[in-house]
């Protein structure tokens, strides 16, 4: 069975992303949407858009039941989550093949397991990838308090079913573990229904190097390089960059080798993240996670390959064998993305929604803009602040800086407020524009 009709089960910019690859391969798209995003560009892109329910996600959105109806109603062969929302619930997966609907993504298993941050930490223990020195599941702060003596300070507490940085705290004072445990744990519990923590030591000069990965079910693993997403905000990437700068090729190719096997070792299949922590001081990298989606900040890794990554996950959705070998992967100059927020930076990052009355947006040589916007559109208050990602592709990285300032610069938005200011003195700062990118950077600059 080939993808005839896909069914997107998402919003905003990677919505539009999947329309775009689908019309170019002649799959007709079916587009869900919210309330909230019958006016948004994807919504006029899709060649037919059907709502699923009101403005809040969990009536919406990340409503299986409905998404599942919807899907069968429209004759939709295949669903494809994009990230977030249902992207790596495995209930999705599973439904989709109890319904002989092709899932563009990975297999539930995999989802699972890899979903499953102590589960994952084994699977490359396992497979000979190095993980930092830590825990298993931690059910008491008494127990994370013995942790914490066994591998020093400073620790972190991690929720074992989290991720964007919720259920983490960084421990520095021994006398902190119980007050932080708790806080940690009702919010792990909170935001993913479970509580479990773990700890793991705490690299306080650290980057975040992650490598992109792609199987098939033939047993093929290769990967399209690696990418630095070490500026970030409360976890949360503002600026991704493809390849990571100030790393040794001997390190870069260790890294990669590292992401492709523990993709063989799982029979990984479809397109996933392989996210490592690497430390400054010793010049040593640890496994994190690994992500069963596409990520936001893909489109850094296209432009430096050329590959259309969407395209791929359909192809393998399809039972398609990879393209390409790892040597048909080649690597070209250097590409950076820039997440642009409705946010007030000055206010504390206050979200600023609202209507468009001005959309004037970059163009040019190596300059691409991922949108679900445009002028007269009302950026909505129900979900994620991101109103677009420019991405830059240059000779060298400080020719794409250069070239991104200047995109930044003609990136006009009027009628909200944007982080477009704060994104150019990223891009200006000396740490950043040498190369020191960690993931204290933006904590640094706003001190």
């Known amino acids: 069975m080939k993808i005839l009709r896909i069914f997107i089960i998402n919003r905003g910019e990677i919505a539009t992303r999947i329309i775009r690859t689908c019309r170019v ?61 249902l992207a790596e619930v495995p209930e999705l997966a599973e439904a989709c093949a109890e319904n002989d609907i092709i899932y563009v993504g990975p297999k539930p298993d995999h989802i699972k397991r890899m979903g499953n941050k102590l589960i994952a ?100 693993a290769i990967h399209l390089g690696e990418r630095d997403c070490s500026t970030q905000r ?81 192809n393998v959705a399809n039972g398609e064998k990879l393209r390409f070998a790892q040597s048909d992967v080649k690597f070209s100059g250097h590409a950076i993305e820039c997440r642009i927020n409705a946010e007030v930076p000055e206010e504390g990052f206050r979200p600023s929604p609202g209507l468009i009355t001005k959309w004037e947006i970059p163009q040019g040589p190596g300059v691409r803009v991922d949108s679900h916007c445009y002028q007269g559109y009302t950026v909505p208050v129900f979900y994620d602040s991101m109103i677009a990602k420019v991405i830059v592709h240059g000779e060298t990285r400080e020719h794409a800086i250069k070239r991104m300032l200047v995109a930044l610069d003609e990136f006009n938005v009027e009628g909200i407020k944007t982080t477009i200011p704060f994104l150019k003195e990223i891009l200006k700062d000396k740490d950043f524009v040498s190369g020191h990118v960690h993931t204290r950077l933006l904590e640094k600059m706003m001190a």
């Open 25 to 85: 391969l002649g799959i007709e798209t079916v587009l869900a949407v919210s309330e909230a995003d019958q006016n948004s560009l994807p919504a006029r892109l899709a060649d037919r858009t059907v709502c699923i329910g009101p403005p809040n996600a969990a009536n919406s959105y990340l409503n299986i039941p409905i998404i599942m109806q919807t899907a069968l109603s429209v004759g939709a062969n295949a669903i494809h989550p994009g990230y977030g929302f």
């Open 121 to 220: 930490r084994r699977i490359a223990q396992e497979c000979g990838v190095p993980v930092l020195p830590g825990s298993e599941k931690v059910a008491t702060y008494e127990e994370a308090a013995e942790i914490a003596d066994q591998i020093g300070l400073p620790i972190m507490l991690k929720a074992a079913a989290g991720g964007g940085g919720r259920g983490m705290k960084i421990i520095t004072d021994r006398a902190n573990v119980k007050t932080m445990f708790e806080s940690a744990s009702a919010e792990a519990k909170s935001a993913f229904g479970d509580g479990t923590m773990y700890v793991e030591k705490y690299i306080a000069n650290a980057r975040h190097i992650e490598v992109q990965v792609l199987g098939d079910k033939y047993g093929n």
């Open 234 to 314: 409360r976890h949360q990437k503002l600026v991704e960059e493809a390849m990571a700068p100030r790393i040794s090729e001997e390190l870069r190719e260790e890294i990669r080798s590292a992401a492709v096997k523990l993709a063989d070792n799982i029979s990984y299949e479809n397109a996933g993240t392989v996210e490592f922590i690497f430390d400054e001081d010793e010049q040593k990298f640890y496994f994190l996670e690994m992500n069963t989606r596409i990520q936001v900040e893909h489109p850094v890794t296209e432009t430096i390959t050329g590959v259309d990554l969407i395209q791929e996950q359909i």
